[in-house]
């Protein structure tokens, strides 16, 4: 009866000193991670020469002054020839550096293609070509330097079609001076937003 008696003492002894009240739980916060770049630097600012040098061709279809498209289309040939495919990064298998290659080549290719055409309406078919690879580019490296809209006018090279890229939201048509409203966004990438 003694031992059950110490032994109850020391239960209730444990039971009551050691619970003692609790402490407050602090909450962790965990910082927010820093947005990192999936490409490198030196990648990120040849796309983003690249991007730029598309923009000034756009914007000179735009004016409709073509010495100025030629000159664009010359630096374009230029800066899709420069781009640092070889600083994409995750690319374990290879395949996002060969599809990237492939699509600046074509972007290089149409360019001196469209110096050598007399007439503004070839012209404007290279550089519909130029769009979409530019578009698929910018999808495949998954640049987030910035967002790039993907604008569309269904008037374009006889009625076919025509796209563009933008920084903004934009209603001026290199394709048709006088149809500025003939403009609509059909997609947008911002992979900054990761």
Not at 116 to 131: A, H, Q, S, V, Y
Request: net charge negative.
């Amino acid at each position: 009866m003694i031992f059950s008696l110490v032994v109850i003492c020391i239960f209730l002894v444990f039971r009551f000193c050691s619970n003692k009240p609790e402490q407050e739980k602090v909450v962790e916060q965990k910082p927010a991670p820093l947005s990192v770049s999936q490409n490198s630097g030196a990648f990120n600012q040849s796309f983003s020469e690249l991007l730029q040098s598309y923009y000034t061709l756009k914007n000179a279809f735009t004016n409709a002054d073509i010495s100025k498209v030629n000159s664009a289309a010359v630096q374009l040939m230029n800066d899709a020839d420069s781009l640092r495919i070889s600083e994409i990064q995750g690319d374990t298998s290879g395949m996002i550096r060969e599809t990237a290659r492939s699509f600046a080549t074509n972007i290089s290719g149409s360019a001196k293609t469209m110096t050598g055409e007399d007439k503004i309406e070839d012209k404007l078919r290279e550089f519909n070509m130029i769009t979409d690879a530019m578009w698929s580019l910018t999808r495949t490296v998954k640049y987030d330097g910035q967002k790039v809209y993907y604008q569309f006018c269904p008037a374009a090279l006889d009625n076919m079609g025509g796209y563009w890229l933008s920084d903004k939201i934009d209603n001026a048509n290199p394709y048709i001076r006088d149809k500025k409203s003939c403009s609509e966004v059909n997609d947008s990438l911002d992979y900054s937003r990761r």
